[in-house]
């Protein structure tokens, strides 16, 4: 599997951000999905996950309210709407998808052995 992830960048605290994943090598049908980041010196961790096998969607504390994701089945695509950006939301962002996964929080918080993009860079500071 293969992801390719975009929209990250420099933004200013408050400021709104759009990430984009396209995933090649497998479908998004009926498969979790989960965007993960990592900052400096710091372990990844998950944001957000969802599964259509719990009907859930996962939000890390840290950013309930502010982020949302979504998922484009058709177009093998997910995205993570970032909104209020703070500046502890710096990192590295990646997204995943794995299959046969029920829980949407276990996902987002198990060691996933999976393949990784390059991931995007976010970086929030004024």
């Known amino acids: 599997v293969q992801y390719v992830e975009s929209g990250g960048g420099l933004v200013q605290p408050g400021g709104s951000l759009r990430l984009s994943c396209v995933v090649s090598g497998s479908t998004l049908n009926y498969a979790a999905i989960g965007w993960f980041r990592q900052a400096p010196g710091m372990e990844r961790e998950g944001v957000s996950c969802?599964?259509?096998?719990?009907?859930?969607?996962y939000y890390a504390d840290s950013v309930k309210g502010r982020f949302t994701i979504s998922r484009d089945n058709a177009k093998n695509t997910v995205s993570l709407q970032m909104n209020s950006l703070k500046p502890e939301d710096t990192a590295v962002y990646y997204c995943?998808?794995?299959?046969?996964?029920?829980?949407?929080?276990?996902?987002?918080?198990?060691?996933?052995?999976?393949?990784w993009g390059r991931g995007t860079r976010v970086t929030v500071s004024s």
């Open positions: 995943a998808t794995d299959s046969g996964v029920d829980d949407s929080a276990w996902y987002c918080n198990a060691k996933r052995f999976g393949s």
């Open positions: 969802s599964t259509p096998r719990d009907g859930n969607t």
